[in-house]
């Protein structure tokens, strides 16, 4: 598998909300080449026919009830707030869509 | 000094029972034995001490009442700082929730009260449960009770701390590719990783949703059975539990007569310590002349299962630490000039490299174009390693191996080598991916350290692999009496994990 | 400048049009939370709709069974397994950064809707129909607007967030040309009557519990299907209609000039029918989508499936048919009470003791005229069928002529009350005491006595003038034609 560049890392770090500096850039790029070169061997294994698991349980149709339940009380639910502000979360102006 | 809590929790539940002791009492030795160790070896983040006595006063009287009370009341226990408690801070071991309060209980949390059990603090832990040595905290690594200038074992390492220094009876850990396994492996303790679903991910603070799961760590078998009964059971609040019955502790002592066990040989790597492999060997001899058939067998697939675990693990943790980003809880970097700066600057300054790292693997893993590549085929490994496993279990009750391929190294020594780190859970990792429930317990020393040997069987076969346990146990009689001698009491200072 | 008949001689429109949906169900998607609109921000959430640490959702069953039934009503297929999945992005009105959605596994798929416009049958593809949960709500502040360009910050409230959302996504509908604005209103309003029919949700678009969004896209005639661009905030029928019909024009002047259509999100303004770019979309944002590990799969039951595709209620096609049938209508009347969007309320008044003329009439009459004034949808007049069978009662009875009830309608329209009380305020009743009319017939001739000469010599068309004046006597609460009677009857002799 290909190297992994800096501008990959740099956009990985953007796409995770992560403001790494440049060193951190050049630190990560050279581990993350070591660990993705090392997960590649994944590739090695012969999967046909083999499906993707992607639950360890066998359930389907686990569901709830149209039933109310208790909510938190507003003063929990802002406990932990940052900024609360007018019984809200306030956050710096949003400039961006959703990404 | 000698201590109440440095006993197992059957035997204490006798003495409570027959009023030799109080919970009171108890509660009070242990949460001495934190005040005089903590220090040495940052096992507790939190300490909940005037919430434990009172918990310990409620059970005192209760039983004065003569209310018929189960095994774990009054016993003092320590949870994982992953286990978000009501009204006590939780940070899961990162900076970005330092200080938080969750406004509720995790259920496994919820049942240890229900069940009467003391929690005397939240424990130290790798950041967010991603790391094998608790050297990745955010509040400084975790030391070995036996050998402060060594680790602990991750991620649960402040739980293993904990019980194997006796502040505590017994502990909750939590697994997601060995990280209650090693930890326990690494300081000679029980430690069980029950089915996936057995006990309620609700309140467990997510790492990687399809593996996480939470379990006892104890100082011996019987401990581990009664406590993962207690905090076992299905919950309406997490899709992903079971309805199976939980009965653990019923004919735990039955033997292990004809009990078919494979080795599984490549659990015994090429990197792996000598000395721990010749260990783990004599434990296995001792299945032998306890009238177990022996036999060696082959999981090929094992050899990709690190591989495996490395997307899969991480590709979830990337979408599940997503919501840490400082709008509504948790750190909060100040003076952005707009949310999208604020949510990188909060999540560049509260968390470690470890969880980073592991965060920008997991994205990739699943970014267009390399999804095929390495998510799907992943879980299309995983699938096979399902699958032999099954076909294994036609022909053996259990399985075996050892739990870790070395004893707890020093600190820092693979601190600087992600993969290296890795390579500690190689032998755990499987049984993660398959979600079956595996056990791990101290059956000698190597180098004077804790070796453990692991045994694990097909989906819900708690009670069998229990009972294999605690036939290995009483034949290996391990010496899990708590120590804090701290023979390297003039230890390096430790690491902090992050500034 | 093309005008919209110059683009649609040299261009063709292709559209497709993606339907949020928030189901009325008492709790949100993953969790008990009520789900009441209006609350004070912040009292309907718990630690899953709000993310925090540990948190698990768990599936209602009320929103699965609802979005079946609107699979089942749109004639989808319903998938025998599938899985929900995570979309991953970042954006402060998420209290995961990922929303619980579906991908590439719908729970309903490939069906249809047939919309009529003007006699014409289009038959609307149905590309998928899928659950989701909703995201928090945003009050943007500092900026002039209250829009969140130019604002400062903004406030959070999580009440909103986990709502269960039903997505429908059409299939591209090509070869509709001119009529495609009509068609995409027609579709959404026969979308809107199916939902409502089914009782899952209150379709309300300017409430939101019912959102649009419109993709539009012109090639030339026979060529392959050009750049799409797709325009959001499409809050109510007339919007559809001429965001697609903006749109058209606006894409067809761009192609005019030898330009490019750039791929982009516009963003649709009431006040002036007009859209604004928003964010450019060169690359499409990659979501990472994978099954959500925390939720196990959805296998409905094929016999359930079959017994909720029995009970299905009568689906608004087959319920005009029907109606139009026993109302002894033309299609191409209850197309026009289709397109006012009166059939609801017309079958509700009728049911209220009218006749459907009457009913008609009132609807598609008076009552469209002032909607259509204030731009406002027939339903949110401000008048009840309640109230309108009873003012129809009352001309029935003779107590109101047409023309006093129109009087007294606009009382109604202005919020007096119901039509008895507006008439007892204003004063409004036929005069029907024949003795005080018969004054004022008297009254009348005595003033005009040449007229009544006219009158009694034959020439009955003079009468005209005295009816008048009686009517002026009066404030034209006498019933005209009993006036003229009386005036001949007295005259006659």
Same mark, same amino acid.
């Given at each position: 598998?290909?190297?992994?560049?800096?501008?990959?890392? @740099?956009?990985?770090? /953007? &796409?995770?909300?992560? @403001?790494?500096t440049d060193e951190e850039i050049d630190m990560f790029a050279g581990q993350l080449d070591t660990i993705l070169q090392a997960v590649a061997r994944v590739g090695e294994v012969d999967v046909e026919d083999v499906p993707a698991t992607s639950h360890n349980v066998d359930l389907v149709n686990v569901l709830r009830d149209d039933v109310i339940d208790a909510c938190l009380d507003r003063d929990l639910a802002l406990a932990g707030a940052p900024d609360p502000f007018s019984n809200r979360f306030r956050v710096p102006q949003i400039l961006a869509e959703g990404e | 000094m000698e201590s109440l809590a440095d006993r197992t929790a059957h035997e204490l539940s006798g003495m409570l029972a027959a009023g030799e002791v109080s919970a009171v009492e108890l509660t009070k030795d242990a949460l001495g034995v934190i005040e005089r160790t903590n220090k040495a070896l940052n096992s507790f983040l939190t300490v909940s001490d005037v919430q434990a006595m009172s918990a310990a006063k409620a059970v005192d009287e209760a039983r004065a009442r003569g209310e018929k009370l189960g095994p774990m009341a009054g016993i003092p226990v320590a949870v994982k700082d992953v286990l978000v408690t009501k009204g006590v801070t939780t940070t899961a071991g990162s900076r970005i929730l330092e200080g938080f309060v969750p406004p509720y209980d995790a259920t496994a949390v919820q049942r240890l009260r229900q069940a009467g059990a003391i929690i005397v603090g939240k424990t130290n832990m790798d950041e967010f449960a991603m790391g094998s040595s608790n050297e990745n905290s955010g509040f400084g690594a975790v030391h070995h009770p036996w050998d402060l200038s060594r680790v602990p074992g991750g991620s649960s390492?402040?739980? !293993?701390?904990?019980?194997a220094a006796g502040q505590a009876v017994a502990a909750l850990g939590t697994d997601t590719g060995g990280s209650i396994r090693l930890p326990a492996a690494f300081c000679g303790l029980v430690a069980i990783k029950p089915t996936y679903g057995r006990v309620s991910r609700y309140g467990l603070i997510a790492f990687a949703s399809s593996l996480d799961q939470v379990g006892p760590m104890t100082r011996d078998v019987t401990d581990a059975a009664t406590l993962l009964e207690a905090i076992s059971g299905h919950d309406p609040a997490d899709a992903t539990s079971l309805e199976d019955p939980a009965d653990f502790t019923t004919g735990l002592d039955r033997g292990i007569k004809g009990l078919r066990v494979g080795i599984v040989k490549e659990l015994f790597t090429e990197g792996m310590e000598p000395e721990v492999a010749a260990a783990v060997r004599r434990g296995i001899d001792q299945l032998v002349s306890?009238?177990?058939?022996? =036999? =060696?067998?082959? &999981?090929?697939?094992?050899?990709?299962? &690190?591989? !495996?675990?490395?997307?899969?693990?991480?590709a979830e943790a990337s979408s599940n630490l997503a919501r840490f980003d400082g709008v509504r809880y948790g750190l909060r970097s100040p003076d952005a000039r707009d949310v999208t700066e604020m949510m990188m600057r909060s999540r560049e300054e509260g968390f470690g490299d470890e969880v980073k790292r592991r965060i920008m693997v997991g994205t990739y893993a699943l970014s267009a174009g390399y999804y095929d590549a390495y998510y799907d085929k992943a879980q299309r490994v995983r699938t096979v390693v399902i699958r032999e496993l099954e076909a294994a279990y036609e022909?053996?009750?259990?399985?075996?191996?050892?739990?870790?391929?070395?004893? !707890?190294f020093k600190l820092g020594d693979r601190v600087n080598d992600p993969v290296a780190m890795y390579l500690a859970d190689i032998a755990t990792i499987p049984m993660s991916l398959a979600g079956i429930p595996a056990i791990t317990v101290p059956i000698g020393l190597a180098d004077g350290l804790p070796v453990g040997l692991q045994i694990f069987g097909p989906h819900f076969s708690e009670a069998q692999i229990l009972r294999a346990a605690f036939a290995l146990e009483q034949s290996a009689g391990f010496?899990?009496?708590p120590r804090r001698d701290f023979a390297h009491s003039a230890a390096p200072q430790a690491k902090p994990g992050q500034p | 400048m093309l005008s919209f008949d110059d683009v649609v001689a040299r261009y063709e429109p292709v559209i497709g049009l993606e339907t949020h949906v928030e189901l009325g169900t008492q709790t949100k998607m993953f969790c008990g939370c009520p789900t009441v609109f209006g609350a004070e921000p912040n009292t309907q959430v718990c630690p899953v709709c709000l993310g925090l640490p540990g948190s698990l959702p768990v599936t209602n069953k009320a929103a699965i069974e609802a979005t079946v039934r609107i699979g089942l009503a749109l004639?989808?297929?319903?998938?025998?397994?599938?899985?929900?999945? /995570?979309?991953?992005?970042?954006?402060?009105?998420?209290?995961k950064n990922f929303q619980i959605s579906q991908y590439d596994e719908p729970l309903c798929s490939d069906g249809y809707l047939d919309v009529e416009v003007d006699g014409e049958l289009f038959r609307i593809g149905i590309e998928r129909v899928h659950l989701e949960e909703d995201t928090g709500k945003s009050l943007h502040v500092g900026g002039a607007t209250g829009r969140i360009h130019g604002a400062t910050e903004s406030l959070v409230d999580f009440n909103r967030a986990g709502i269960p959302l039903v997505e429908i996504v059409t299939k591209p509908v090509p070869g509709i040309g001119a009529r495609a604005p009509e068609v995409a209103k027609a579709y959404v309003a026969e979308l809107r009557d199916v939902i409502r029919t089914l009782g899952v949700s209150d379709v309300k678009m300017e409430q939101g519990s019912m959102r649009c969004d419109v993709n539009t896209s012109l090639n030339k005639l026979g060529e392959t299907w050009g750049t799409r661009t797709e325009t959001k905030n499409v809050n109510s029928l007339r919007s559809v209609e001429r965001?697609?019909?903006?749109?058209?024009?606006?894409?067809?002047?761009? &192609? =005019?000039?030898g330009g490019h259509i750039i791929q982009e999100t516009r963003h649709f303004h009431e006040d002036t029918g007009e859209s604004t770019s928003g964010r450019s979309k060169e690359t499409a944002t990659d979501y990472r989508y994978f099954p959500e590990p925390d939720l196990v799969p959805l296998a409905p039951d094929a016999t359930w499936v079959k017994e909720l595709k029995a009970a299905l209620p009568e689906l608004p096609r087959v319920h005009r048919a029907r109606l139009t049938a026993e109302w002894g209508l033309s299609a191409l009347d209850m197309q026009s009470i289709l397109n006012a969007g009166a059939v609801e309320l017309i079958e509700q008044t009728v049911a209220q003791g009218a006749s459907p003329e009457a009913a008609r009439k009132w609807w598609l009459g008076e009552l469209s005229r002032h909607a259509n004034e204030r731009g406002i949808e027939l339903g949110d007049s401000?008048?009840?069928?309640?109230?309108? @069978?009873?003012?129809?009662?009352?001309?029935?009875?003779?107590?109101?002529?047409?023309?006093?009830? /129109?009087?007294?309608? =606009?009382?109604?329209?202005?919020?007096?009350?119901?039509?008895?009380?507006?008439?007892? @305020?204003?004063g409004i009743e036929v005069v029907s005491d024949t003795g005080a009319l018969t004054v004022a017939v008297d009254e009348a001739i005595a003033a005009n006595p040449d007229i009544a000469e006219k009158i009694r010599g034959g020439n009955q068309a003079a009468a005209g003038v005295l009816i008048g004046a009686v009517m002026k006597t009066t404030r034209g609460q006498a019933d005209a034609k009993t006036v003229r009677e009386l005036v001949l009857s007295r005259l006659s002799n």
């Open positions: 598998m290909a190297t992994i560049s800096r501008e990959e890392v @740099a956009h990985l770090a /953007r &796409l995770s909300r992560l @403001a790494v | 390492g402040g739980s !293993a701390a904990a019980v306890l009238g177990a058939q022996v =036999e =060696e067998c082959s &999981l090929p697939s094992f050899k990709y299962a &690190l591989a !495996a675990y490395h997307v899969i693990a991480p022909n053996f009750d259990v399985l075996v191996g050892p739990t870790a391929p070395c004893v !707890a010496d899990s009496r | 004639n989808c297929s319903i998938a025998s397994w599938c899985r929900f999945a /995570r979309k991953n992005y970042f954006y402060p009105d998420m209290p965001s697609v019909r903006s749109e058209m024009i606006r894409q067809g002047n761009i &192609l =005019e000039n401000g008048v009840t069928p309640s109230q309108v @069978a009873q003012l129809q009662k009352l001309v029935d009875e003779g107590k109101l002529t047409d023309k006093l009830a /129109r009087q007294v309608l =606009e009382g109604v329209l202005a919020g007096e009350g119901d039509p008895a009380e507006v008439m007892a @305020a204003r």
